[in-house]
RNA sequence: GGGCCCGUAGCUCAGCAUGGACAGAGCGCCGGCCUUCUAAGCCGGAGGUCGAGGGUUCGAGUCCCUCCGGGCCCGCCA
């Protein structure tokens, strides 16, 4: 496909002229092609010769391409390939236009192959703030890219309703007088997060006695019958149902929500246990600060060994949050044979339906044994993730098919924490903390962007009606934040600045969302003017229409890498520069009034449409056809 | 004490996985461009000992080692 095209090319050039086997890469900039081989200097090194003289005389054995229009031998070694830009730019635009934005940029990769990708995995007792924002984006990316080259993919939403966060807030409405329902206008996942379970720690740390409390009831709802079980699934589910609704607006979509009280009632832990029990994985701790627990024997793990074993069941009886992860990663793998039930909870924006866990009443949960399981997970729990991946070697588990999708965490640039009356010494990043309640929430963002957003459209679109001045703000305002979390590197903390995070210029979503409208808006100008696209070019090519042509003939490649590598980054560059290319060409190259030109341009402009739509919709940013 | 991650322009970050051709963007700052497809844009300028030091190599921002600075983990929390 396109740019995969020309390599192959010249890959082939370099066979026929005897070398077999040499590789051509990407350059790192446009004047040393479309692609090159650092080839001479292995040659060099193994002859002793001259690089320069070794590349002129390869190039001067190679034959003519299709697409490559000539090769040069650059100091001080290189071969650089070149494209032969009317031949090269009318196959892109037509390829492009015929694949259309749903296969262009995709391959056939993974077909065949299931990937099982869990993110979002948020305890079900306070809104979704920005830190939980940064998991979405990233679990969603990586579950559309990997859909996008072929495998087929099931995202699933884990949902922590047992241990300690939850138990949390059951305390306050249970023991400690809460009111159950929120103040008007307040949603009920906000109340639980900002007021009650802040409250409760509060009141936890101060009170010993209430410690005792919480663990009681950490146990009790493990306990299927019990009136606070089933209260805590209430709980539960009306904070899940209001998370999923700032989902759906960061661009998720989920195909099961696994309730982790279900690891426990549909006896997946008890079977999971018995099978460590019995492979002497697992051994009840006589003495030591662990007696009267049930620990994971890690003095044969290189690393762990030096922090001691890892328990799994209490002194009381009750589980950690290892021991259920270890049995639910069991299941996900499918390699643990219990079955989980489930029914339908509701439908994704797309329609497409979720299934919620639901032991007592549900069907049997079935789906593919899929060759990875990729969970996302902060940086912060790597020692529990390495935990659970070597129980599962030594159950026999392939470990490599487990793969904690690691990340730091978001943090508060200090004029940002400053709003929530946190003063931060000298000038630092303040960590949030949803037991202090140190956060700001996905929503808010969100909010603040539509707000910003709605001004500017306003401004330059006084006759739109009001429900189109919001669409459009929120669009805009979905991509603004998509972009800005995803633009840094997954193994980058990212210092989160509201300023900075709700600009609308420059680096940012809207830029790429505004080349789009323009581009729509040319094509609305043609069609007034009678115009038909072609995509053969009338002569040579601008500069601005070999890089716009460029960039989208090398979409495939990055799209295969960031699902190879999972660096996800690459995938918003690329966007950006698409973006970047294509502005230019708007300010060099006009379409309409472009005579001979105007039609390639027209078909250019189409092709960008693809390939930049192609590409938002991989990232999550909506497409927008005037802003 | 042990382990993991990060350190590139005033600020926010690319580039490092597969070493190679002048270290790139954005924001901010200075100066230009709207009777011409939406100026949420474009063009130009100033701004860098790639944390420090060693090593490997014909060649290191990129690989290896040491050190310094920042973050995280090592809980009968998740």
Known sequence: MTIKRLFQEAERLLSEAGLVGVKVSPPKSPEFGEAFTPYPFEEARRSGGNPLSLAESIVSRLGRGEFIGHVEAAPPGFINFHADWARFSAYTVREVLRLGPREYGGSREGEGRVVLVEHTSVNPNKALHIGHARNVYLGDTIARTLAKTGYQVYVLNYIDDSGAQMASVLLGFLELGMPAEPPLGVRFDEYCGDQVYVEVSRR???????????????????????????????VSDKVLSNQLLTCWRLGARYDLLFRESDVV??????????????????????????????????????VLSKEGDEILVKSDGSTTYVARDIAFA????????????????????????????????????????????????????????????????????????????????????????????????????????????????????????????????????????????????????????????????????????????????????????????????????????????????????????????????????????????????????????????FNEFYEKCPVIDGGEHAQFRLALVEAYIVAQTSLMELIGIPVLREM
């Open 330 to 581: 069991l299941w996900k793998l499918r390699d643990s044979d219990v079955e989980i039930r489930g029914r339908e909870w509701g439908v994704n924006p797309d329609g497409t339906p979720i299934i919620i866990t639901e032991t007592e009443t549900g069907a049997p949960i079935v789906f593919p044994r899929p060759e990875k399981v990729i969970t996302v997970v902060g940086s912060e729990q790597r020692r529990p993730q390495e935990v659970i991946r070597y129980v599962l070697t030594k159950l026999g588990v392939n470990g490599g098919r487990y793969l904690h999708y690691s990340y730091e965490r978001v943090s508060l640039s200090p004029d940002s924490a400053r709003r929530l009356g946190v003063e931060s010494a000298e000038a630092r990043a303040v960590q949030m903390s949803g037991r202090r309640g140190i956060y700001i929430k996905a929503d808010e963002v969100l909010d603040e962007l539509k707000r910003l957003a709605a001004e500017e459209v306003r401004r330059r679109h006084s006759d739109w009606p009001a429900g189109k001045v919001d669409e459009t703000s929120e669009a805009i305002a979905r991509g603004a934040l998509r972009y800005s979390i995803l633009r840094s590197e997954a193994d980058k903390a990212v210092v989160f600045d509201l300023r900075e995070a709700t600009r609308l210029e420059g680096d940012t979503g809207p830029y790429i969302q505004y080349s789009v409208a323009r581009s729509y808006r040319i094509l609305e100008k043609a069609a007034d003017a009678g115009l038909k696209a072609k995509p053969t070019p009338h002569g040579p090519l601008t500069s601005e229409e070999k890089m716009l042509v460029r960039s989208i003939s090398f979409l495939p490649l990055t799209i295969e890498m960031a699902a190879k590598s999972l660096r996800l980054r690459q995938l918003v560059t690329h966007s950006r520069e698409l973006a970047v290319n």
């Open 265 to 302: 009632v549909s006896g997946l832990w008890s079977k999971t246990f018995n099978i460590l029990q019995g492979r002497g994985i697992v051994y009840l701790a006589a003495e030591g600060p662990n007696r009267g627990c049930w620990c994971v024997d890690l003095s044969s793990h290189p």
């Open 204 to 234: 936890v740390e101060a009170d010993r006695r209430l410690e005792e409390r919480l663990r009681a009831l950490a146990k009790k709802i493990e306990e299927r019958e019990s009136s606070e079980f089933k209260y805590a699934r209430l």
